[in-house]
């Protein structure tokens, strides 16, 4: 606490106002021990990352344009100068540097048991804001609005399709439709810019309230017994010991030369590597496009590539929910009262087994380049949604209305009145519809469609048979 006679008349009249001396003296003169790990630190580095990404995300506000016909067109602009391409960079660094922060600091917090009583809150407001985190990656990841984000973000909002009964309403409500479209980008782009921060920012302040008011976990649990009660936090006068000093200025110092390197790193990676921006995201074209999700979605697309399918939906849906619940309720499942890493061999095998087979699937997942097999991608009933482009584009040059073999593929309705052989398409069967058999080229006396052309690509073919399976119904 600052001794009242060095305080300025200003500082009485603000104090007097907010009592901010007392909040400033918990903050800034609790005693902190002089080996404190800086792994400690783990969880400011997340919020100085977090800081990060709000400024140069509302400095990328100023320029971006939340329209489908807009979005890529301001993007590319901005990577046209030199300050755009920069902070736009730093904001892509400064993320995927939140993750692997949140990360971090999740660990280190069940390493030294800090999770525990009292301190449930803490890590239940953690693990919530470790969500957050990971949705506004998510959210992100489509406001480019280049291929990559359009056709990863067709393949991520998929995934609540594996919830049963009520997975097709989920994707829509997150589509906002069947389809990923201008709709989409404005729900994503709210989603981000306001809704997922605000809360994270909600959940922040509660969270930073909480490690005041409770103490760091490492430091209150070496502090002699019954030190709590006879002084107050601030309390500088009368230190447990030598081998203690305040947190300010000592602490802080060390923050800021964290900060600092934090800094110096994320700006040498975005002057090296600029975020990239592939082509604008085209609905039509995903053609020979493997969409290749976050990089910290690879673990779980791995999995799904290494289950059979009648697993699909238990790797999708019931094991990340699981592990959610399980997480949250970490500090009432393992409520003992010890601390030391050694005597908890439990917790901490189990947490080292799902990181190290995290960190290997993420691992394979990248080396295998294309985490997502493309039928898996296409066997995405929304993907049906867009039969009719593909006849357009392939089919109805030559199958116009009234065209050659009497076929007018330019509509679903054209499509599904068939042609001289009747009937092309057997809703439900996919095998048994002609259709299918004139693009794989095995339909008795018809040749290979489209006619002498290079045939469709095989995501394509699978595209169409889903339909037919979906029971060929239009949108
Ligand atoms: C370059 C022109 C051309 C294109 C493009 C084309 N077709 Fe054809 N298609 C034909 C011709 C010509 C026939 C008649 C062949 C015959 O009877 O020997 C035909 C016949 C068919 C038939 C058999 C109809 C029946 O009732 O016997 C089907 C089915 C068909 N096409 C599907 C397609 C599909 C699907 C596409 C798009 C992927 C496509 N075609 C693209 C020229 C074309």
């Not at 900060?259 to 994320?266: E, K, S, T």
């Not at 066997?379 to 867009?386: I, V």
Request: hydrophobic share 45%; with cysteine.
């Amino acid at each position: 606490m600052l001794p009242s006679g060095e305080q300025g008349e200003l500082t009485r009249w603000f104090h007097d106002r907010t009592g901010f001396n007392e909040m400033t003296a918990v903050a800034l003169y609790h005693p902190v021990p002089r080996r404190s790990s800086i792994a400690d630190l783990l969880g400011m580095f997340t919020l100085m990352a977090f800081v990060n990404e709000i400024i140069t995300g509302v400095i990328l506000l100023f320029f971006y344009h939340p329209t489908a016909s807009g979005a890529w067109q301001s993007v590319h602009a901005l990577e046209a100068s030199t300050f755009g391409r920069f902070v736009r960079a730093l904001h892509f660094w400064g993320a995927n540097a939140m993750i692997v922060l949140v990360g971090a600091h999740l660990l280190r917090v069940i390493y030294v048991a800090a999770y525990k009583r009292p301190r449930e809150l803490q890590w239940i407001s953690g693990v919530l804001m470790l969500t957050l985190t990971i949705g506004l990656g998510f959210t992100g990841y489509l406001l480019p609005w280049d291929q990559q984000a359009y056709w990863a973000t067709m393949v991520g909002t998929s995934i609540p399709r594996y919830v049963p009964q009520l997975g097709h309403y989920l994707v829509r409500l997150l589509r906002g439709g069947e389809w990923i479209t201008g709709a989409t980008l404005s729900r994503f782009y709210a989603l981000h810019v306001f809704v997922f921060p605000a809360l994270l920012a909600l959940l922040l302040g509660g969270h930073i309230y909480l490690v005041l008011a409770n103490g760091q976990s490492t430091v209150e649990r070496e502090l002699p017994r019954g030190y709590r009660r006879n002084h107050k936090l601030g309390d500088t006068g009368d230190f447990p010991g030598p081998e203690y000093r305040p947190f300010w200025p000592y602490t802080v110092a060390q923050m800021l030369g964290g900060c600092l390197v934090l800094l110096a790193i994320l700006t040498w990676l975005a002057l090296h590597y600029p975020a990239p921006l592939l082509g604008p995201a085209d609905p039509l074209n995903k053609a020979n496009y493997n969409p290749l999700p976050i990089w910290y979605f690879f673990w779980l697309y791995q999995l799904l590539k290494l289950t059979p399918p009648a697993l699909d939906s238990v790797v999708m849906i019931f094991l990340p929910l699981v592990g959610g619940v399980l997480l949250l309720a970490l500090p009432f499942l393992d409520t003992s009262t010890v601390f030391q890493p050694r005597k908890r061999p439990v917790a901490l095998s189990v947490t080292g087994a799902v990181t190290v087979a995290v960190l290997l699937l993420t691992y394979t997942g990248y080396i295998s380049g294309a985490p997502l097999p493309p039928a898996k991608a296409v066997a995405n009933p929304t993907f049906t949604a867009n039969i009719e482009p593909i006849f357009q584009a392939d089919c109805a040059p030559c199958h116009m209305t009234e065209g050659i073999a009497n076929l007018s593929l330019g509509s679903y309705a054209g499509v599904l009145k068939g042609g001289f052989s009747g009937r092309i398409v057997k809703p439900g069967d996919p095998g048994a519809s002609l259709l299918i058999q004139a693009l794989e080229g095995t339909a008795k006396g018809i040749p290979q469609m489209p006619f002498g052309k290079t045939p469709l690509p095989k995501g394509d073919i699978q595209t169409i048979s889903n339909w037919i399976q979906q029971g060929a119904k239009n949108n």
